[in-house]
T-cell receptor
Framework: GAVVSQHPSWVICKSGTSVKIECRSL??????MFWYRQFPKQSLMLMAT?????????EQGVEKDKFLINHASLTLSTLTVTSAHPEDSSFYIC????????????????FGPGTRLTVL | AQKVTQAQTEISVVEKEDVTLDCVYE???????LFWYKQPPSGELVFLIR??????QNEISGRYSWNFQKSTSSFNFTITASQVVDSAVYFC??????????FGTGTSLTVIP
């Protein structure tokens, strides 16, 4: 149980195009999902916290107009990289808190397998 | 402030050697959780362990063991009799109130056959 999927697993796009990455909790509901970015040989950096039915909370330095997050249901959050540029090339990982019995299990995040974005 | 420090950037050991990965954390929360994850070249994070701040008992799982010491704010990870398949980047992480995760910079472990 507690599986998180991401689609696509990798994507190559041209500079200036937009790319959408999906994060799904397959066998549980998630009121909160998180988006991380990881550059080569670096740690995971939290980009934003996505709450179902409300606006995402972005970390300092992350452009909310460039990285659009939508959390339209309890099992799906999407990250859209708008007008992507080569410097946006990175590994994007999502995670989700599990909601069960009306309670969100904080401090228990389940991570997706990641999406590798390459912008040419 | 929440912070996780993994001072060891890269470690190389010969197969069958024991290796300890260090993790030091900072937090003002009285209740918090500590984690270790393994990230193989594929990139997917593999969950290894989760400990809460009230449980200082050391834990052993096969060749893996963890030493949690609140007095020194450390949560070290030891692999006994290392194997080539253990080669990966290992991340220590902290989660307190607000349920955000704070990751260390990771330790890249190479096990040489």
């Amino acid at each position: 149980g507690a599986v998180v999927s991401q689609h696509p697993s990798w994507v190559i796009c041209k500079s200036g195009t937009s790319v959408k990455i999906e994060c799904r909790s397959l066998d549980f509901q998630a009121t909160t999902m998180f988006w991380y970015r990881q550059f080569p040989k670096q740690s995971l950096m939290l980009m934003a916290t996505s709450n179902e039915g409300s606006k995402a909370t972005y970390e300092q330095g992350v452009e909310k107009d460039k990285f659009l997050i939508n959390h339209a249901s309890l099992t799906l959050s999407t990250l859209t990289v708008t007008s992507a540029h080569p410097e946006d090339s990175s590994f994007y990982i999502c995670s989700a808190n599990r909601l069960a019995g009306g309670r969100t299990f904080d401090n228990e995040q389940f991570f997706g397998p990641g999406t590798r974005l390459t912008v040419l | 402030a929440q912070k996780v420090t993994q001072a060891q950037t890269e470690i190389s050991v010969v197969e069958k050697e024991d290796v300890t990965l260090d993790c030091v954390y900072e937090t003002r929360d009285t209740t918090y959780y500590l984690f270790w994850y393994k990230q193989p070249p594929s990139g997917e994070l593999v969950f290894l362990i989760r400990r809460n701040s009230f449980d200082e008992q050391n834990e052993i799982s096969g060749r893996y063991s963890w030493n949690f010491q609140k007095s020194t704010s450390s949560f070290n990870f030891t692999i006994t009799a290392s194997q080539v398949v253990d080669s990966a980047v290992y991340f220590c992480a902290l989660s307190g109130t607000g349920n955000q995760f704070y990751f260390g910079t990771g330790t890249s472990l190479t096990v040489i056959p």
